[in-house]
C-alpha cells in the first residue's frame, strides 16, 4: 500500500487552524498578593508587603514575604523554599503570579499561528500559540495560557483516527508545521505538543495496530526524540520505522517542511518510507557520520546556543578558575542570576533568559541567602526581576559523593528532573573522586561521566575550580592570554576539555582581578577604551553587597617599572609609521613586561602629553617627533637643545627653550629656523 493519499484534503486543515485562531485570548489581571494572602496564615503587614507562614515547609516564624511587583505578585521564602513549591501549595503556577502574558499585536513577540489539538469528535482541548521570533506556548480553549489538567492528545487525532482504522500508514513529525507539510502532500500526519523529548506513554494507545513511520529531524534532539517515541509505540503499533528527509538538489534538509519547501517529491517521500527497514531498537546509537553538507548554520535562534556568539552551547562546559578566597562562588552566582533574566554579567550575553542548576559543596543556606541578597541589591534588581532571576537558580547542596557516582546518582537525575540550561559545579575538586593532576581521572570525570549528561540533556556546565596557590603576589605575570587557560590547578586536561575558559586572577592587591577570556575570548567582544579587540575585564569587589563590579582605572595597581621611565621607554617602542594599540602593548608587554592596564595608562599619558596621536585613517597611534634646535641664551651664548615648535603669525617654525637649564659652557651655535619633521594628522 502506498504510503500517500493523494486525495486527502489537505486544505482543510489549514482552513482549521485559520478559523481557531481568533481563540487566541489573555488574561490581563493575574492574582493579585490579596488572592495569595487569603490562603496563608498568620498574615502581617510588613513595610510595602507582608509575611506570612510559608505553606511549602514547616514554618514558625512567618518566613515568606509577598507583595505586589511591577510585573505581578512576589514571593520571597527567607527559609529557602523555591517559588515552584510554593505555588504548587498554593494551587497555582509560576505564570499564575505575572500579568505580563502575551498578547497577539503589540509587545515584543508577535503571534503567527496557532495549531488547535481536538479530542475524536474535532472539539478543541488546548491549543499550540508559534509567535516570532520563533517561540510557543498553550493555552486553553477559553483563552487563559494555563493548561495544566487538560487532557494530551496527538495533532490532528480525528484524521488520525480515520487513517489507522483504514489501514493508512501514519507519519509522525516533531513539529506542527511539519504535519501540515506532509498533509499538504498527501500524507496523514501527526505529532505531540510541546516538541522534541515530550511524548508522552498515554499517546499510544491511539496508535494501536496502526503502521507508523516517524520523520527524525536531523539532529541529535531530533533523532533522540525519534527513538524515545519509537520504543514507546513497539508492541502497540503493528510496525514502526525511523526515517530522515533527504538533501533535494544540494540544499541541506533538516525535517519535512524543509523538504518540501526545497522541492522534495512526496513519490519519493513515499518510496523512502515503504523501502525503510522496522526499527530494531538501536536508534540510541546511531551511525553519526554524516556528510558535511548536512550541517547547517543557523542563522537566527540557534536553539543550541546559551551565550551569544556561540561562546557556550548545549553540550558545551566553561572552565571559572581562580584562586580561594576571592569570591569565586559569588561571582558564579552573580552570572546565574543575571543570565537568570537574561541580563548580561561581565561582558557575557547570554542568548536567553537561562535556567540554571548550582550544586555546590563549601557554602551553608545562611551563605548562600547571603550571597544571593547582596547580589540582588549590588545589581539594583526590582523586585520583579529579583523574583524571575532567582526562581531561574535552583540550588543543590551535595558534600557526601563524588566520581562516576556522583555524577549517576545525583547530577543525572536533578537534570532530568529540572531540565536547566546551565549545571554549575562548585568547586570541581570537591567532587572529582580522584587526582586533579591525572590526566585519567581528570578525563574520566569530564568526558567519559560529564560530557555524556550534557548531551543527553541539552545543557551546558561551569566547572568552578580552584588554581594554585602563587609564592606571593600576582598569579603568573608573564603569562599571556591563551597562556591563562591553563591557570586550574592538576592536569591540563581541565583546559583541554572546556570549550571556553576564564580566568580570574590577583593583581597583587585584595580589592582588584584581572578576569581573563584566554579560551574562546574573541567570540565575547569585549572591547577597550581604544576600540580594541580585548580578553581583560578588571574587576572589583563593591562595598554595596556582595557583588562584583567593574573597577575604576584609578583603583588598578601599578605593576613594573616606575611610570616616568615607562613613559620614555614606551615611547621609544613607536615606530614613525606607527602601531595599532594591540600591536604597540604587546610589543611592551615583550620588551617592558607591562600590564596591559599599566601600558595604556602610559599611553593615555603621553596622548595627554601630546607625544603621540592616532590616525584617524589607519588606526594606528604615531610618535609625534621633536627637534634638535638652536636656542640662543641671554649674554651671547648659544646651545642645542631639544625644543618644540610653534608658529608665529605669519607661520614660520621658531624655537623655543625646551625644559631643562643651560650652562655658559654650552658651545655658541649660530640661530636657526628649522620646520616640523612630522605633522598630526
Not at 494530551?152 to 506542527?176: D, M, N, S, T, Y
Not at 499538504?184 to 499517546?203: H, Q, R, S, V
Request: aromatic share 6%.
Amino acid at each position: 500500500m502506498s504510503v500517500a493519499n493523494k486525495k486527502a484534503p489537505a486544505n482543510s486543515a489549514r482552513a482549521s487552524l485559520n478559523n481557531s485562531s481568533s481563540r487566541v485570548g489573555r488574561n490581563p489581571a493575574g492574582v493579585k498578593a490579596a488572592d495569595i494572602l487569603a490562603k496563608l496564615s498568620a498574615v502581617k503587614k510588613s513595610g510595602n508587603g507582608w509575611q506570612a507562614l510559608c505553606p511549602a515547609h514547616n514554618d514558625r516564624r512567618a518566613s515568606l514575604s509577598v507583595a505586589d511587583g511591577e510585573k505581578g505578585v512576589v514571593l520571597h521564602c527567607h527559609a529557602g523554599c523555591l517559588p515552584e513549591a510554593i505555588c504548587a501549595k498554593l494551587g497555582l503556577t509560576l505564570a499564575d503570579l505575572f500579568t505580563d502574558k502575551p498578547e497577539r499585536n503589540g509587545g515584543k513577540r508577535r503571534i503567527v499561528a496557532t495549531y488547535p489539538y481536538t479530542d475524536e469528535s474535532g472539539k478543541v482541548l488546548r491549543e499550540v500559540v508559534r509567535f516570532e521570533p520563533k517561540g510557543f506556548a498553550q493555552q486553553a480553549p477559553d483563552g487563559k495560557w494555563k493548561v495544566e489538567g487538560i487532557r494530551h492528545v496527538p495533532f490532528r487525532l480525528p484524521q488520525l483516527v480515520a487513517a489507522v482504522k483504514a489501514g493508512r500508514p501514519v507519519f509522525i513529525a516533531e513539529g506542527e508545521r511539519d504535519v501540515l507539510a506532509l498533509e499538504a502532500a498527501g500524507f496523514c500526519a501527526t505529532c505531540n505538543d510541546g516538541g522534541a523529548g515530550k511524548w508522552l506513554p498515554e499517546l499510544a494507545r491511539h496508535f494501536k495496530g496502526a503502521e507508523v513511520v516517524i520523520i527524525a529531524d536531523k539532529d541529535k534532539a531530533g533523532r533522540d526524540h525519534a527513538a524515545d517515541v519509537a520504543s514507546k509505540l513497539q508492541g502497540t503499533a503493528a510496525s514502526v520505522k525511523v526515517i530522515e528527509c533527504p538533501d533535494v538538489d544540494g540544499k541541506a534538509v533538516k525535517d519535512a517542511h524543509d523538504y518540501f519547501a526545497a522541492g522534495g517529491q512526496a513519490a519519493d517521500l513515499d518510496q523512502l518510507a515503504q523501502d525503510a527497514p522496522p526499527w530494531n531498537g538501536e536508534a540510541d546509537e546511531p551511525d553519526n557520520a554524516r556528510p558535511l553538507s548536512e550541517f547547517i548554520r543557523p542563522e537566527n535562534g540557534d536553539p543550541c546556543q546559551l551565550l551569544k556568539a556561540r561562546y557556550l552551547c548545549q553540550g558545551g562546559g566553561l572552565l571559572l578558575c581562580g584562586p580561594t578566597g576571592i569570591g569565586k562562588s559569588s561571582l558564579a552566582l552573580q552570572a546565574a542570576i543575571c543570565w537568570g533574566i537574561g541580563r548580561e554579567a561581565f561582558g557575557i550575553v547570554p542568548a536567553r533568559p537561562l535556567k540554571s542548576l548550582f550544586i555546590q559543596a563549601e557554602n551553608d543556606d545562611g551563605d548562600m541567602a547571603e550571597m544571593r541578597d547582596g547580589i540582588v541589591k549590588g545589581l539594583d534588581l526590582t523586585p520583579g526581576q529579583s523574583a524571575r532571576a532567582t526562581s531561574n537558580v535552583l540550588v543543590l547542596t551535595e558534600d557526601s559523593l563524588a566520581g562516576l557516582e556522583f555524577l549517576t546518582a545525583v547530577v543525572g537525575p536533578a537534570l532530568a528532573k529540572h531540565h536547566p540550561d546551565l549545571v554549575w559545579i562548585d568547586p570541581v575538586l570537591s567532587y572529582i573522586g580522584g587526582e586533579a593532576n591525572s590526566q585519567r581521572d581528570v578525563g574520566a570525570f569530564l568526558r567519559n561521566g560529564l560530557n555524556p549528561l550534557l548531551h543527553r540533556h541539552n545543557c551546558g556546565a561551569v566547572i568552578v575550580h580552584h588554581t594554585n596557590k602563587p609564592a606571593s603576589g600576582r598569579e603568573k605575570p608573564d603569562w599571556r592570554a591563551g597562556d591563562l587557560a591553563y591557570l586550574g590547578a592538576g592536569s591540563a586536561e581541565w583546559a583541554n576539555w572546556a570549550r571556553a575558559v576564564l580566568a580570574l586572577r590577583s593583581m597583587g592587591e585584595h580589592e582588584v582581578f584581572e578576569l581573563c577570556a584566554s579560551k574562546r575570548g574573541a567570540r565575547i567582544g569585549w572591547i577597550d577604551d581604544d576600540g580594541e579587540r580585548s580578553y581583560v575585564r578588571h574587576l572589583a569587589h563593591s562595598t554595596n553587597g556582595i557583588v562584583w563590579r567593574p573597577a575604576r582605572p584609578d583603583e588598578l595597581p601599578e605593576v613594573g617599572r616606575p611610570k616616568t621611565r615607562n613613559a620614555d621607554e614606551v615611547f621609544a617602542l613607536l615606530p614613525p609609521e606607527g602601531l595599532t594599540a594591540t600591536d604597540w602593548q604587546a610589543v611592551a608587554k615583550s620588551e617592558l613586561g607591562l600590564s596591559e592596564s599599566s601600558f595604556h595608562r602610559v599611553r593615555r599619558d603621553l596622548d595627554s602629553a601630546k607625544r603621540v596621536i592616532r590616525s584617524e585613517a589607519s588606526g594606528k597611534w604615531k610618535p609625534i617627533l621633536k627637534r634638535r634646535c638652536v636656542v640662543e641664551i641671554p649674554g651671547g651664548v648659544k646651545s642645542a637643545k631639544e625644543c618644540q615648535n610653534t608658529s608665529d603669525s605669519r607661520g614660520v617654525k621658531s624655537a623655543t627653550p625646551f625644559r631643562g637649564a643651560l650652562t655658559p659652557d654650552t658651545p655658541c651655535e649660530t640661530r636657526t629656523r628649522e620646520t616640523s619633521d612630522t605633522s598630526r594628522e
